[in-house]
T-cell receptor, first 115, second 113 residues
Framework: DTAVSQTPKYLVTQMGNDKSIKCEQN?????MYWYKQDSKKFLKIMFS???????INETVPNRFSPKSPDKAHLNLHINSLELGDSAVYFC??????????????FGSGTQLSVL | GDSVTQMEGPVTLSEEAFLTINCTYT??????LFWYVQYPGEGLQLLLK?????DKGSNKGFEATYRKETTSFHLEKGSVQVSDSAVYFC????????????FGQGTRLTINP
């Protein structure tokens, strides 16, 4: 069973379109995330939700809107796609290790290409 | 703000060579430190961690020691294998920002047979 699954794996679309990426985790975790990985492999957090509540929003353009219908799902909707949105988007969920540490479990990524 | 700096890649080694990937950090308070690994076409997975100074994290022959005095968490392995080829990320989290993992820029490692 895949712990964190996201769909689609590849997404190719035209500039200006609206698209969604879905994420589900079956680990029972309370916290989920979206990370963006650029072409140089740099990984940056976009959003974090805890029990369906937004707790981190890292100055992401408001064209990006996360939605968490329940704590096992965190979807990402992107409006008016731009060329610079091309990247790999990773969903993750986390387990509390104590000491302020969390272990993240990542999905396999969605490669978004905006043409 | 909190940040992590890793050595520039890519790193290319021969099988059975000794590996070191440097990682230094800047953080308020006392962070927990992690190494994640990303194999081709996959998401990141936790390789090892250390939550306080002088702790040593280890897994699959990899080791890293939390050095508070040098604010470092260098990754080492005594004898690398072709299957270790991947991108390695150093990361930190703090009590204040426990929900957020801050990653370094990643170091691509290629091991040749």
């Amino acid at each position: 069973d895949t712990a964190v699954s996201q769909t689609p794996k590849y997404l190719v679309t035209q500039m200006g379109n609206d698209k969604s990426i879905k994420c589900e985790q079956n680990l029972g975790h309370d916290t989920m995330y979206w990370y963006k990985q650029d072409s140089k492999k740099f990984l940056k957090i976009m959003f974090s939700y805890n029990n369906k509540e937004l707790i981190i929003n890292e100055t992401v353009p408001n064209r990006f809107s996360p939605k968490s219908p329940d704590k096992a799902h965190l979807n990402l909707h992107i409006n008016s796609l731009e060329l610079g949105d091309s990247a790999v988007y990773f969903c993750a969920s986390s387990q509390d290790l104590g000491y302020g540490a969390r272990k993240l479990f990542f999905g396999s990524g969605t490669q978004l290409s905006v043409l | 703000g909190d940040s992590v700096t890793q050595m520039e890649g890519p790193v290319t080694l021969s099988e059975e060579a000794f590996l070191t990937i440097n990682c230094t950090y800047t953080a308020t308070g006392y962070p927990s430190l992690f190494w994640y690994v990303q194999y081709p076409g996959e998401g990141l997975q936790l390789l090892l961690k250390a939550t306080k100074a002088d702790d040593k994290g280890s897994n699959k022959g990899f080791e890293a020691t939390y050095r508070k005095e040098t604010t470092s968490f260098h990754l080492e392995k005594g004898s690398v294998q072709v299957s270790d080829s991947a991108v390695y990320f150093c990361a930190l989290s703090t009590l204040q920002g426990a929900q957020k993992l801050v990653f370094g820029q990643g170091t691509r490692l290629t091991i040749n047979p």
